[in-house]
């Protein structure tokens, strides 16, 4: 199995201003992603990103909104950008396990944004 | 990835098993049924996978019906921790392709263990 770490764990932040999420994996892994879960609902997926290439966003998710950073292959940043009150939902990183069929979440950022 | 259908709620007592439904009538035949579960203020937790056989592992059993359109994740024996919402998510494995790694999250089944 694969440990996630996320840094920080919760913020409440001013709106208009940025925040950006840490993803630390305890193994090496080609892709990670970024989760997005809103008060009382379920998660969607943000985006995917690769080690060496530009991150892959899903519809209705923007690069300008929440840019990416994949340095290495065990680490991963997402930036809540020019935060809005909408923007308060609980950021989550996640990869996949060595074989097909697992997926493996970290605990998750709590946003909150005034 | 096939639509799922789970009830919003169940209750189970303490020491009871919890039998949680999932409808999955537009499955296809290369898709597997997935089931996660998230623990209140943590991360989904992967719980076990299936195909076309039934399933066991040290968390739970998986059964799924002959037509593979249903399917029931079992806990044996629920205690108070298992208190969760339990995903039904069914997709093709993480062999490569744009659907790697997409989980799509429906809204789940809140599963509630009584004392």
């Known amino acids: 199995s694969a440990v996630i770490s996320q840094k920080p764990s919760r913020d409440i932040c001013q709106r208009g201003t940025s925040l950006t999420i840490q993803c630390q994996v305890d193994?090496?892994?080609?892709?990670m992603f970024w989760y997005r879960q809103q008060p009382g609902q379920s998660l969607t997926l943000i985006a995917t990103a690769n080690q060496g290439s530009e991150a892959t966003y899903e519809s209705g998710f923007v690069i300008d909104k929440f840019p990416i950073s994949r340095p290495n292959l065990t680490f991963s940043t997402l930036t809540v950008s020019n935060m809005s009150p909408e923007d308060s939902s609980i950021y989550l990183c996640s990869v996949g396990g060595q074989g097909l069929h697992t997926q493996y979440f970290g605990p998750g950022t709590r946003l909150t944004v005034l | 990835d096939a639509k799922t259908t789970q009830p919003t709620s169940m209750d189970c007592a303490e020491g009871r098993a919890a039998n949680l439904p999932c409808n999955h009538s537009?499955?296809?035949?290369?898709?597997?049924v997935y089931w996660y579960r998230q623990i209140h203020s943590q991360g989904p937790q992967y719980i076990i996978h299936g195909l076309k056989n039934n399933e066991t592992n040290e968390m739970a059993s998986l059964i799924i019906t002959e037509d593979r359109k249903s399917s029931t994740l079992i806990l044996p024996h629920a205690t108070l921790r298992d208190t969760a919402v339990y995903y039904c998510?069914?997709?093709?494995?993480?062999?490569?392709?744009?659907?790697?790694?997409?989980?799509?999250f429906g809204q789940g089944t809140i599963l509630t263990v009584h004392p």
């Open positions: 193994s090496q892994v080609t892709m």
């Open positions: 537009t499955i296809s035949g290369n898709e597997y």
């Open positions: 998510i069914v997709r093709f494995p993480n062999a490569g392709g744009t659907s790697y790694g997409k989980l799509t």
